[in-house]
């Protein structure tokens, strides 16, 4: 007997098994998960090219929660906070034909900022120590604390997870390894909620598939699993987030003073700048969001058919602040100034298309730019105290 079948062969034998007695082994509980607990055993395995992927989609209209599958057609690597990838949906294709770009916060793929922490890798074994911990009353209060830190990462003392008034020793070393995974989860959580919010408020504002691509919807990739540790099934934890936007085959505005210049002509590089200026400048002032990591990379210069031109968008907010309902306006237009985000791609633009291009663009700070300027870069600490209690 080669091998017994049993629904999607839950059971094989194994190979070194002798003639006329076959052991069998359990390959997965449950057929429909056999390939995610592949991916977790193997953290390099699942966002390859040519993979097929298991999405839990969630329309951007509000309809009901339905399962897609799609291939893997092209990946971003390397993964930098969230790993990027093309995608082609097989199944069903109704409404979702063509290639989309899938975005995936998955916490095993926060390399850069675990080397900022001085933090190991994501292991198999650091994931069960957070699993074991999850519900724990200080765990469950360090995400709250992490959760409601208006900014995207908490300060460098938030990543130190050790537990005063614990022993030394394992135990210690294992809480401590639970809180580091917890907060890069936490991370990648408050990354996926930035960008859903940059993306509902684009709609509201109809710039959705203009100045932004267009969203498809929030997806989630399904790990559910029941473990004796954990005392409740852990569907909406485990499960990795990620969302669905527009495919857009194109090259960020960094590409124009690289060393190989990409298709427009010099003569179109001033107007594809000043888009992404512009674009920047409508959001800061009509959108509740600060982009933390405004910059050229953060773009995409593609060639729009139907207008037969060329045209930038802006792409990545998972470093998007969201403001809240108790800063006041003063407090809010001073953050702006300090992060400065029209700068962050004209005067960047203008320097390095001038050293490396020897090209001239011109960049012109807007007036709403000039005023945060005025207010709160050119006064001193006291004057700045004085016009926050006026405010």
């Known amino acids: 007997m080669a091998s017994i079948v049993l629904g999607t062969a839950i059971l094989e034998p194994i190979p070194s098994a002798g003639p006329g007695r076959v052991p069998l082994r359990r ?42 599958n799609a291939r893997i057609v092209r990946v971003f690597a390397p993964f930098s906070m969230a790993a990027v990838m093309v995608v082609r949906v097989f199944e069903p294709t109704v409404d979702l034909e063509g290639e989309f770009v899938l975005k995936v916060y998955d916490q095993r793929y926060t390399g850069e900022l675990r080397k900022q922490y001085g933090v190991q890798s994501w292991s198999r074994t650091r994931d069960m120590k ?7 009353k200080q765990l469950v209060k360090f995400f709250y604390k992490i959760m409601a830190d208006d900014y995207i990462y908490a300060g460098e003392d938030e990543g130190d997870t050790s537990n005063d008034g614990h022993e030394d020793g394992d135990d210690n070393q294992d809480e401590e390894d639970a809180g580091d995974e917890l907060f890069f989860q936490t991370i990648c959580l408050k ?22 691509p267009r969203f498809i919807g929030s997806v989630r990739i399904p790990t559910t699993y029941r473990s004796k540790n954990c005392c409740a099934e852990s569907a909406n934890i485990k499960g990795v987030p990620g969302i669905l936007i527009q495919y857009l085959p194109g090259f960020p505005l960094q590409a124009l003073y690289e060393k190989e210049c990409p298709p427009p002509p010099r ?22 969001i600060r982009n933390d990591d405004c910059c050229p990379r953060n773009t995409v210069v593609h060639w729009d058919p139907v207008t037969q031109r060329w045209k930038c968008k ?78």
């Open 27 to 68: 390959r997965a509980s449950a057929p429909e998960l056999a390939n995610l607990n592949a991916i977790y055993g193997n953290p390099e395995e699942p966002y390859q090219v040519g993979n097929s992927i298991r999405l839990q989609h969630q329309g951007s209209s509000g309809r009901q929660n339905r399962t897609i």
């Open 130 to 136: 957070l699993e074991r911990r999850r519900w724990s």
């Open 191 to 212: 990354m996926y909620r930035a960008e859903l919010e940059v993306y509902r408020q684009a709609r509201q504002h109809g710039i959705d598939g203009t100045d932004v």
């Open 267 to 288: 003569s179109e590089w001033q107007s594809l700048v000043d888009e992404g200026v512009r674009i920047v400048h409508y959001m800061t002032t009509n959108m509740d």
């Open 314 to 391: 802006l792409i990545d907010f998972g470093h998007c602040a969201i403001r809240s309902k108790g800063v006041s306006d003063w407090e809010w237009r001073e953050r702006q100034a300090w992060q400065d985000e029209e700068g962050s791609i004209g005067r960047h633009m203008e320097v390095f298309l001038r050293e490396r291009k020897k090209y001239d663009y011109v960049y012109e700070k807007s007036q709403y730019s000039l005023d945060l300027s005025e207010d709160f870069l050119k006064r001193t600490p006291g004057e700045l105290e004085k016009g926050m209690n006026a405010s």
